[in-house]
Every structure is written in structure tokens, then in C-alpha cells.
Antibody
Framework: EVQLVESGGGLVQPGGSLRLSCSAS????????MQWVRQAPGKGLEYVSA????????YYADSVKDRITISRDNSKNTVNLQMNSLTTEDTAVYYC??????????????WGQGTLVTVFS | QSVLTQPPSASGTPGQRVTISCSGG????????VYWYQQLPGAAPKLLIY???ERPSGVPDRFSGSKSGTSASLVISGLRSGDEANYYC????????????FGGGTKLTVL
């Protein structure tokens, strides 16, 4: 059974930073592209960032570009999201999601349980 | 404003058949696979349908998906109270430099 477990969420003030991590098991991690999808309170789903299976290609939504960095360590089966200069608009549940492909283009197949990021002033 | 358009709400009584629609364009639904997700209250999204009409193992055959042109549908047969949830469609959009697009979600109420 595939499991994606996020960690690193929490409370942070505007301008602060957080590092989200996602630990994967039950799949050949290096064969799967990974994505981060967020959901603001009471809202729908939004792609934040994505990375191909070998880390060679990445994607950032315009709303987070220049503030967020995605990375992965295939030796540890983890994908990370470094978030800087956070604003109240970044308050959301952040889901780690996995593709059934090496490419990040396309909807995810697997989802983690999510980690809550709250930016408060 | 989501790229994929879903009705904000749908409803049905136990045992009924309910259809949720998802409308897009030639660059997303028209030329790429459609996925459907179920999000129960307080939970993460769960994959229901992939590649238009395939069900992951463990998903009951009460859930089915179809696609025609630039629209897709999710059908839930034999509706149960436990099906009350938000449902999202998704697809890759090859006109955008992004992993894809989501619908705005449909809140299904079981009366």
C-alpha cells in the first residue's frame, strides 16, 4: 500500500518560513513524479509545485514563484517544499501527491493526509 | 474561476443514481485523461476514477466515469449516505505550463 506522510506544517507569522516534508513508502519512489497541492479553508484544490522523478524538471505556480523551492531525495524517498516570505494567502492544507508517471504533468494518483500551514498576523 | 466547470452542488436520495458533470475545453478534457476525486469531510482527496473510466483497486463499481468531447461525467449508482462528500474532476491542460487543472468541486448531499 502506498503511503505519503507529510510533516512540517504549523503556525508562522507573515514573512516567515516553513519546510514541508513528505515521506513516501510502498512505491518505487524514483519512478514517480511528485506534486504539492494546497487547499485554502473552504476552497478548492490548487497546484503549488511539482517535480519530475529525477528532479530534472520542476513547476511553481505563479502565486508562489520565487518564494518556494521543491526538492527530492530519491535515496530517502522524500520530497520537500521550502516556503519563504509566507503571507496570509498561503494559509491552507498542503497535500503531498504522487503521479503514476515519471512526468509531473497530469493529475495525481496518490495523496497524503495533508499538513496545515497557518500564516497569522 | 476554475478552468474545469462543475456544478457547485448535487443531491440524491439513498439508492438513487447521481451524475456530476465536468466541462472543459479542447486543451484539457478534449485531449487528455480525466481523473475524479472524492473528498470526505475533514479528509484528504481520494482517487475515484483515473484515465476517464478506470477504477483503482478498492473503489466500488458503483462509481463510474465517462468522457465525451470536452466534457466528462462521474456517475454514482446506489447512492449511500457515506457518499456525501465533495467531488473534484481534474485533467492535464497542454496549453498551460502546469501539472494540470482542477474543477471547482461539487458538494454531493444525500437527502
Amino acid at each position: 500500500e502506498v503511503q505519503l506522510v507529510e510533516s512540517g506544517g504549523g503556525l508562522v507569522q507573515p514573512g516567515g518560513s516553513l519546510r514541508l516534508s513528505c515521506s513516501a513508502s510502498g512505491l518505487t519512489f524514483s519512478s514517480h513524479a511528485m506534486q504539492w497541492v494546497r487547499q485554502a479553508p473552504g476552497k478548492g484544490l490548487e497546484y503549488v509545485s511539482a517535480i519530475s522523478n529525477n528532479g530534472g524538471s520542476t513547476y511553481y505556480a505563479d502565486s508562489v514563484k520565487d518564494r518556494i523551492t521543491i526538492s527530492r531525495d530519491n535515496s530517502k524517498n522524500t520530497v520537500n517544499l521550502q516556503m519563504n516570505s509566507l503571507t496570509t494567502e498561503d494559509t491552507a492544507v498542503y497535500y503531498c501527491a504522487g503521479r503514476d508517471s515519471i512526468w509531473y504533468t497530469g493529475p495525481p494518483f496518490y495523496w497524503g493526509q495533508g499538513t496545515l500551514v497557518t500564516v497569522f498576523s | 474561476q476554475s478552468v474545469l466547470t462543475q456544478p457547485p452542488s448535487a443531491s440524491g436520495t439513498p439508492g438513487q443514481r447521481v451524475t456530476i458533470s465536468c466541462s472543459g475545453g479542447s486543451s484539457n478534457i478534449g485531449s487528455n485523461y480525466v481523473y475524479w476525486y472524492q473528498q470526505l469531510p475533514g479528509a484528504a482527496p481520494k482517487l475515484l476514477i483515473y484515465r476517464n473510466n478506470e477504477r483503482p483497486s478498492g473503489v466500488p463499481d458503483r462509481f463510474s466515469g465517462s468522457k465525451s468531447g470536452t466534457s466528462a461525467s462521474l456517475v454514482i449508482s446506489g447512492l449511500r449516505s457515506g457518499d456525501e462528500a465533495n467531488y473534484y474532476c481534474a485533467a492535464w491542460d497542454d496549453s498551460r505550463n502546469s501539472p494540470g487543472v482542477f474543477g471547482g468541486g461539487t458538494k454531493l448531499t444525500v437527502l
